[in-house]
């Protein structure tokens, strides 16, 4: 689908809960989101620009945009914020050196007027991997328990099989209900 028409559709459709899923790049972003499409893994390629999908869990809809986290597309984040309701922030979870960049883009957005009513979910990707930090190890170092003024939740996973993204899911739709 084409961002154009994308764009139409969740203007046209208020019953769409418009989700950015963001992070640096070889997070697992795309893996995710191929993931949740279709229950299988695909071959991805770094995003470009951004890719666009329709999710549904239990008649809850979800347009899910996959933004580029590579450094010179993050400026751009901001452009997507409108109307998000659902901040997906995807971190390798073997990626020490970069976890502080993760931080500083997690409290810039978290503190863009945009963003003021957004969920955010955290997902602790490549639990698979044995050097991984755990979901708790990662909450701690991003400080999750400060944030007061957006609801959080951060679930480990492993995007490759799948494991943990449908708890993710499962809250954001709770989430959905909730409002
Ligand atoms: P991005 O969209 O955030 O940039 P991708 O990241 O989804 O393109 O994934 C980057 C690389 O990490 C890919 O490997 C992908 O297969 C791998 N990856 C994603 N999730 C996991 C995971 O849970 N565990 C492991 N072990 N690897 C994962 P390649 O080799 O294709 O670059
Ligand atoms: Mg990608």
């Not at 279709?38 to 347009?63: A, C, D, Q, R, Y």
């Not at 945009?65 to 452009?79: A, F, V």
């Amino acid at each position: 689908m084409g961002m154009f028409l994308a764009k139409l559709m969740s203007f046209f459709c208020n019953q769409e809960h418009k989700v950015i899923i963001v992070g640096l790049d070889n997070a697992g972003k795309t893996t995710i989101l191929y993931q949740f499409l279709m229950n299988e893994v695909v071959h991805t390629s770094p995003t470009i620009g951004s890719n666009v999908e329709e999710i549904v869990v239990k008649n809850t809809h979800f347009l899910m945009w996959d933004i580029g986290g590579q450094d010179m597309l993050r400026s751009t984040w901001s452009t997507y914020y409108t109307n998000t309701e659902f901040v997906i922030l995807v971190v390798d979870s073997t990626d020490r050196e970069r976890l502080t960049i993760t931080k500083e883009e997690l409290y810039k957005m978290l503190a863009h007027e945009d963003l003021r009513k957004a969920a955010v979910l955290v997902f602790a990707n490549k639990q698979d991997m044995k050097n991984s930090m755990s979901a708790a190890e990662i909450s701690k170092f991003l400080t999750l328990t400060s944030i007061k003024d957006h609801p959080w939740h951060i679930q480990a996973c492993c995007a490759l099989t799948g494991e943990g993204l449908g708890q993710g899911l499962e809250w954001m739709t709770l989430k959905t209900a909730a409002k």
